[in-house]
C-alpha cells in the first residue's frame, strides 16, 4: 500500500510560481513512476507530468517549458515546479504512483487545489 500526502497548493496571480509536493509512503521500491493529474471542473482528469524512478520525464503539451518535475528517490518525493501560471492551470492538482510489478496498481493524493487568479 502507498499512501500519497501532496501540498503546496494555493492561490497565485497569473504569471506567478508555485511548488506542490507529494511524500509517498508504504511499500515503495523499483520501477515506479509518479507524477500529477490534474481536474478543472467541468473536465476531465489530465496528465500534467510523470517522472520514473530512473528520471525519465513526461510532460503534457500545454505545461512544457512551463512546468518542471522533480524527484527525490531517498525521500520517495515528488515535486512539481509550475512557473507562468495561467488561469487556465487552475484545478485540483492530484498525486500518482504508478507501479506495475507484482501488479499494476495506482495510488492517488486527495488533490490539493492550485487557483491562478488577478
Known amino acids: 500500500q502507498v499512501q500519497l500526502v501532496e501540498s503546496g497548493g494555493g492561490l497565485v496571480q497569473p504569471g506567478g510560481s508555485l511548488r506542490l509536493s507529494c511524500e509517498a509512503s508504504?511499500?515503495?521500491?523499483?520501477?515506479?513512476?509518479m507524477g500529477w493529474h490534474r481536474q478543472a471542473p467541468g473536465k476531465e482528469r489530465e496528465l500534467v507530468a510523470a517522472?520514473?524512478?530512473?528520471?525519465?520525464?513526461n510532460y503534457a503539451d500545454s505545461v512544457k517549458g512551463r512546468f518542471t518535475i522533480s524527484r527525490d528517490n531517498a525521500e520517495n518525493t515528488v515535486y512539481l515546479q509550475m512557473n507562468k501560471l495561467k488561469p487556465e492551470d487552475t484545478a485540483l492538482y492530484y498525486c500518482?504512483?504508478?507501479?506495475?510489478?507484482?501488479?499494476?496498481?495506482?495510488?492517488w493524493g486527495k488533490g490539493t487545489l492550485v487557483t491562478v487568479s488577478s
Open positions: 517522472i520514473t524512478d530512473t528520471g525519465t520525464t
Open positions: 508504504g511499500t515503495i521500491f523499483g520501477g515506479n513512476a
Open positions: 500518482n504512483f504508478h507501479r506495475v510489478l507484482p501488479y499494476n496498481v495506482d495510488y
